[in-house]
């Protein structure tokens, strides 16, 4: 299976400030169409996963510009830009293209 | 609005069977392929299994082949998971999510609860 590893695993933010996350899966996640399925996701506490972007970079409708994420092959990076008290909880890479799809570890977000 | 409704979650014990339901609406069922993931403590988030949108194509990850069947009902707007020889590591909060053939779009529900223990 591929392998999804993502650093740091927890991640204090002051608010107003950024905040990055880094996933790097063990397989380039490049399908034969040339698009990337990696997605980001975020579940606040007690909720359900809630996905925030799509191939590496579209957001989900709904979820605020401040979310944005970049990279290719096997690298990638969520960027949170002026983080907001409501981005508190935990963060997931997951790629979508080698069956079975697979979740990194995940990266908590607390305010400091 | 879109409704994405898990049920079915309980105790039971290991070498039993479960059936989960993920009754769906406010979308066109048959064009979104739909997957189960579970949540467990230990093993973080991980995909269970999934179905095409014409329920033609199916996928298991290893650790449930030959236990678990996926289905579809696509004029009830309703998915289904039969688990059976259920194991202990089988527990967790089963996700059911529908993704757009288009991948733009995307729902989950609120998740079902299975146990497995004696």
């Known amino acids: 299976d591929v392998v999804m590893t993502q650093s740091p695993l927890s991640l204090p933010v002051t608010l107003g400030q950024s905040a990055s996350i880094s996933c790097n899966s063990s397989?380039?996640?490049?399908?034969?169409?040339?698009?990337?399925?990696l997605n980001w996701f975020q579940q606040r506490p007690g909720q359900s996963p809630r996905r925030l972007l799509y191939?590496?970079?579209n957001r989900d409708s709904g979820v605020p510009d401040r979310f944005s994420g970049s990279g290719s092959g096997t690298d990638f990076t969520l960027k949170i830009s002026r983080v907001e008290s409501e981005d508190v909880g935990v963060y997931y890479c997951?790629?979508?293209?080698?069956?079975?799809?697979?979740f990194g570890q995940g990266t908590k977000v607390e305010i400091k | 609005e879109v409704q994405v409704m898990e049920s079915g979650g309980d105790w039971v014990q290991p070498g039993g069977s479960l059936r989960l339901s993920c009754a769906t609406s406010?979308?066109?069922?048959?064009?979104?392929?739909i997957h189960w993931v579970r949540q467990s403590p230990g093993k973080g988030l991980e995909y269970v299994s999934a179905i095409s949108g014409n329920g033609g194509t199916t996928n298991y990850v290893d650790s449930v082949k030959g236990r678990f069947t996926i289905s579809r009902d696509n004029p009830k707007n309703t998915l289904y998971l039969q688990m059976s020889s259920l194991r202990p590591e089988d527990s967790g909060v089963y996700y059911c999510?529908?993704?757009?053939?288009?991948?733009?779009?995307?729902?989950w529900g609120q998740g079902t609860l299975v146990t497995v223990s004696s």
């Open positions: 406010g979308f066109t069922f048959k064009n979104y392929a």
């Open positions: 997951m790629q979508g293209i080698h069956w079975p799809w697979t």
């Open positions: 397989q380039s996640l490049v399908y034969s169409d040339g698009n990337i399925y």
């Open positions: 999510r529908a993704v757009a053939e288009t991948a733009s779009l995307e729902f």
């Open positions: 191939k590496v970079s």
